[in-house]
């Protein structure tokens, strides 16, 4: 998607694009950037390593883990608009950053964010219906339903993102072009526009509340209604069980909000003074979690790690055969 269509009003927007000026007073930013690509490369090697191992099992290829693959696909998009473009910009100080390429990188980066809060939702109701109605669980959430609920969440958040990026692409921008943060985000730039743009303000926040809170509300009240089902259950062996597997999802779902929750009390608080500090805090809270759920899943669910650990095997057997032909 290129939003370098004519947007520039006459204002010669789309000639001259914008600067990205965060991380000019961060001391040692370099680390920063260094750190941002281990985060990288984990993340690419977690959730492909995860991609792999259930393309390779049929036993894997069910609804829930469906929904897994979709996670994993959103977690090494995520940080593939973020991340990369980073190294020129603050590694070599090439920061000027083309009118469509901005509003693209925008409207990816806000989409694969808004689809993380999706697809955390899309587990919860996986769970539900394993937990609440698990004999009728093969027929109630079949491959099928499962992948056009998954292309229906999709649609979904194209529509949501779509109208407000493109309102912020037709601003004209005949001011300044220095965009304080360290990628194109929607509301550092469209506060740039020599215009009126309490309609932008009011859209964004509205979209963001939609996104965060009508998935976490959703996710909330899928696991009263789990609680509630589970207690229920007679048997202690039993009741563990169902926590348990409702647990990962919950370390993931923590571990994708609490972030946002850091960020909205920091930044109303303003308990971090150094804009650039604030900045590089909130970058690394955003890139952890598509990171960290690979690994979470991975350690805590028994059959992806049963599976991975047959692969390492295989692959250390084939290694050892291979060492011994060559001695040979």
């Known amino acids: 998607m290129n939003f370098s269509v004519a947007f520039s ?12 000026t965060a991380f000019r007073t961060l001391a040692n930013k370099n680390y920063l950037v260094l750190a941002l690509a281990i985060i990288y490369i984990i993340t690419l090697l977690g959730n492909l390593v995860l991609l792999i191992v259930v393309l390779m099992n049929s036993s894997l290829q069910n609804p829930k883990y469906l929904a897994v693959c979709n996670l994993a696909i959103v977690d090494i998009s995520m940080n593939s608009v973020i991340i990369p473009q980073m190294v020129p910009v603050f590694v070599f100080n090439q920061n000027h950053v083309s009118f469509g390429a901005c ?13 993380e809060s999706f697809s955390l939702a899309l587990l919860a109701y996986d769970r539900l219906i394993a937990i609440c109605w698990p004999l009728r669980y093969s027929t109630i959430n079949t491959n099928l339903r499962m992948l056009l609920i998954i292309a229906g969440i999709w649609c979904l958040v194209i529509l949501l993102e779509i109208f407000p990026i493109s309102l912020a692409a037709r601003l004209p921008y005949c001011a300044s072009r220095e965009v ?11 506060k740039l526009a020599c215009a009126d743009t309490s309609y932008n303000r009011h859209l964004g926040t509205a979209k963001s509340l939609t996104t965060l809170l009508g998935p976490l509300t959703f996710i909330i009240f899928t696991y009263v209604i789990v609680v509630v089902a589970v207690m229920r259950i007679a048997s202690t062996t039993q009741r563990w069980k169902a926590f348990h597997t409702c647990f990962t999802h919950l370390l993931l779902v923590l571990l994708y909000y609490m972030p946002v929750m850091l960020a909205f009390v920091l930044g109303n608080l303003r308990l971090i003074q150094n804009f650039d500090l ?8 955003v890139t952890l979690p598509p990171m960290l759920n690979p690994i979470i899943y991975s350690l805590k669910t028994d ?3 049963d599976k991975i650990v047959k692969l390492l095997g295989k692959s250390k ?3 050892q055969i291979i060492k011994n032909e060559v001695n040979d």
């Open 9 to 20: 009003n006459g204002t010669n927007s789309f000639n001259e694009g914008f600067y990205l």
């Open 103 to 115: 509003f693209s990188q925008m409207f990816f980066m806000h989409f694969f964010g808004d689809m």
């Open 180 to 190: 304080q943060s360290c990628c194109c985000e929607h509301s550092p730039v469209y």
């Open 278 to 285: 604030y900045t590089a805090v909130l970058t690394v809270s």
């Open 303 to 305: 059959e992806i790690r």
């Open 317 to 319: 057997v084939a290694q």
